[in-house]
């Protein structure tokens, strides 16, 4: 028979790694509620124009990564490569822009990208994101990034470091366009085939190309700090002053682009030392443009998506939060199996995580494995706990052994064990 085995790039998530990207979900999804945002689901397929009219047509994401095909009705659907464009379709479709309310969300869930798979970098991975709608000013966009530094800080990460910059109102990238486009014209020998294409497509796009050759170009061009209106420069400095007064750990980077196309004003990245140069743990930006591009009013907007398995990559493993687990309850002998069994279900009933031998293994391999699996409490199940109702709770680590009643028993280890990891 053949074996078969997942796709590349598209790894299986055993139950350990399950339980870190639950932890990492449930400490964002509080850090959610703290700041009134409230869950978004959108479908993991979409139309193809809700990403390529977003994201752009120009960029690797659309141009090489998305998984597309024509379904059976004959419709261009893909898988989606992000999360944003979904959440605005879903925005305008459900009539959320006719609140005056700046309208905040967030999201959990796989995107799909064709990458060359590599560490860090898989075709099926995890985005948690957040949004908020309808609006703009300089204390949204520093509400959103003190929402993505408390996230990170009560998830235990340090060592890294928050890079914003500003690509400013229509009027001032347009102007930016014009200085790139004309300080590019005499470089273009330098610049890689990709580049020398877009230069004239979307001259931005230059500044984010991955080669070290276009690189070495891009990081003498002139920066686009200097193309910003009073306006935008005003909002800038409110922004980076707001951050300031917050402790959020950031630096300003002026050759700071972003990929994609629908960024305008604030844009941000978190990178890290743990990772490689070219990658962030998270990322987002304001995209102001990008409601009128999916059919929807001209409205601010402002969001960004945090890397799952790039962030568990430097976290690692020791910072899963283990609590203990819940003990094993073992039959003195085989004939105290079904004893066992019973207290076992009681005590799950009574919202203890436990477990029991369900296979006839002996009291002494049961307690090797009590041991082996770390757990702190056995709960030994004999004759005399079967007449009297007492229980024999042993601690592994050497404490004082306990003669308890059911009762007792349960409200005790519930204490230990709160709950599930
Ligand atoms: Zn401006
Ligand atoms: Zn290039």
Known sequence: MPKYNSLRGMPDILPEDAALMR???????????????????????????????????????VEKEMYSFTDRGGKNVSMRPEGTASMIRAYIEHGMHNSSELVKLFYFGPMFR???????RLRQF??????????????????MIFSLNMILGNLGLS???????????????AAYRKTLLDWFAVRLDGLCEDCRRRSKVNVLRVLDCKRESCKAVAEKAPSMTESLCPGCSRDHAEL????????????????LVRGLDYYTGTIFEVV?????????????????????????PDTGAIGYAIGVERLLLILGREKSGKKDIGPLVIPADVSFAGEAFSVTNRLRSNGVSCETDLLGRSMKGLMRKANREGRRYVVIIGEEEKRTGRFFLKDMTGGVDQSLSFEELAVFLKKQIDRCV
Not at 25 to 34: D, G, I, K, M, S
Not at 159 to 173: A, Q
Request: aromatic fraction near 8%; glycine fraction near 16%.
């Open 240 to 255: 980076k002053q707001a951050l300031s007064s917050m402790n959020v750990p950031f630096t300003e980077k002026k050759d």
């Open 159 to 173: 060592g890294y470091t928050i890079l914003i910059n500003s690509l400013g109102c229509d009027k001032d990238r």
């Open 272 to 296: 890290h030392t743990g990772l490689g140069s070219q990658d962030a743990i998270a990322a987002g930006g304001r995209y102001d443009g990008l409601s009128r591009q999916l059919g929807g």
């Open 23 to 61: 932890w990492v979900e449930e400490t964002a999804r509080n850090v959610f509620c703290l700041f009134g945002f409230g869950e978004l689901r959108t479908p993991i397929l979409e139309e193809t124009e809700v990403f390529t009219r977003s994201i752009g047509t120009d960029t690797d994401i």
């Open 126 to 143: 995890h985005q948690i994101g957040a949004e908020a709608i309808g609006g703009k000013g300089p204390y949204v966009d520093a509400e």
């Open 114 to 120: 064709g990458e060359r798979p590599q560490k860090g």
